[in-house]
């Protein structure tokens, strides 16, 4: 039985960003795997013994704030799991809740978990972007998008090296962090959705084995979509 | 309604969700390329087409029309 915790989904509920939970089930069901889906909502206690990989999505701005008062009291929990090797992805604006703090333009700070070596900061901006990026921890190319007002002051290892910034946003060419098996990144697409070949990461990852081959329409049309999506970027960006 | 043509970059990743929101792979025409969108829809359509764009789209969509005064 492979367990996903599945955080606040419906606080941090952002540009359809829950589809990749729907992928994540699909395609370790089509392999035969049994899922069980634990959705936690801001009143629950974090309960993470037999958790395969602690899932939580990008919100916006103002709901992160809210998030992130009410993971606190899950703190110790979520710390445990992580530093014991635990499977955590983070994606868009949630990086920020595993930041050591969270300050806002209106001159509020809130406390991250501090599981991270960064500070976030909630901008009076918006910035939005199309990326290709490469990890070395990750399978190929990854696309998506950061739509975000919030920055990172970082000392923490990039988990990104950053192939393609189309509207020139992040300045630098390193995106995200990852620790032993925590990875964050701002890219929302999905991102599992639009990028097959870290769903099947992910999914080998809680299973501890390759999946097989998926034969299901669904992914044919997402293959599809991603060797557009990344040629269409690539041209874009004069690689090709 | 009978099929679903779906065109534009993002074509098959809007097929992959439709799939899982239940709609059959067989009422879907995926046609990245707006031009043989176009075709399809009319060498297929039959009777009222109901169009859905992202509104800096449209355009893309409402120029390829025929007769469209753009």
């Known amino acids: 039985m492979i367990k996903i915790v599945y955080v606040y989904g419906a606080l941090l509920s952002q540009y359809g960003e829950y589809a990749a939970l729907k992928y994540l089930e699909a395609r370790l069901s089509d392999s035969g795997e049994s899922v069980e889906i634990a959705r936690m909502t801001p009143s629950d206690n974090l309960e993470l013994s037999g958790c395969d990989l602690l899932y939580i999505p990008p919100g916006t701005e103002r709901s992160l704030l809210e998030a992130a008062e009410r993971l606190a009291k899950d703190k110790s929990e979520i710390t445990s799991y992580c530093e014991n090797g635990g499977l955590a992805l983070l994606t868009g604006n949630a990086s920020a809740l595993f930041a050591r703090s969270i300050s806002h333009f209106s001159g509020d700070t809130t406390d991250g978990l501090g599981i991270f070596d960064m500070d976030a900061s909630v901008i009076d901006a918006r910035r939005y972007s199309e990326f290709i990026m490469t990890s070395d921890r990750l399978p190929g190319e990854t696309i998506g998008a ?35 098996n925590v990875f964050a990144t ?22 501890g084995h390759e999946l097989p081959a998926c034969s299901e329409d669904w992914h044919r049309y997402a293959l599809a979509g991603y060797s557009s999506a990344l040629a269409t970027l690539k041209k874009e960006s004069g690689a090709v | 309604i009978k099929r679903i043509l779906i ?56 120029k390829r029309l025929k007769g469209a005064a753009v």
């Open chain 1, 146 to 180: 950061i739509n975000t007002s919030i920055e990172f002051e970082s000392a923490e290892m990039p988990l990104f090296d950053v192939r393609f910034d189309a509207a020139n946003i992040l300045h630098i060419p390193f995106e995200g962090a990852v620790r032993g």
């Open chain 1, 186 to 207: 701002q890219l929302i697409g999905p991102l599992l959705v639009r990028n097959p070949a870290l769903l099947d990461y992910f999914c080998a990852e809680m299973c």
């Open chain 2, 7 to 62: 065109g534009g970059l993002f074509a098959n990743d809007v097929a992959a969700r439709l799939l899982f929101a239940g709609v059959p792979d067989n009422r879907l025409i995926v046609k990245p390329n707006l031009d043989e969108l176009m075709a399809a829809l009319y060498e297929q359509a039959v009777g009222n087409i109901y169009t859905l764009t992202c509104f800096t789209d449209a355009p893309k969509f409402t």
